[in-house]
């Protein structure tokens, strides 16, 4: 009987406190400094998607089996 008046007294509100402030935090969305750094990684991304097509072009340029090779 001892351990879930304990739990109910000590544990549970805290539990909860911390389980519906974490839901808060998550619907509130991304910050303003957090879209920035998405949309900066995400301008990188395409960068590097453009130079890994124009290095799949020169290899298939140069060496046209080279996808084959293992």
Request: without cysteine; negative net charge; glycine residues 2%.
């Amino acid at each position: 009987m001892a351990p879930m008046i304990i739990f109910m007294v000590i544990v549970a509100p805290i539990w909860l406190i911390l389980h519906y402030r974490s839901k808060r935090q998550v619907s509130q969305g991304l910050s303003e400094e957090e879209y920035i750094q998405l949309s900066e990684l995400s301008e990188l991304a395409d960068k590097m998607a453009d130079r890994i097509k124009t290095l799949e072009a020169i290899l298939d340029a140069e060496t046209p089996d080279w996808r084959n090779k293992e």
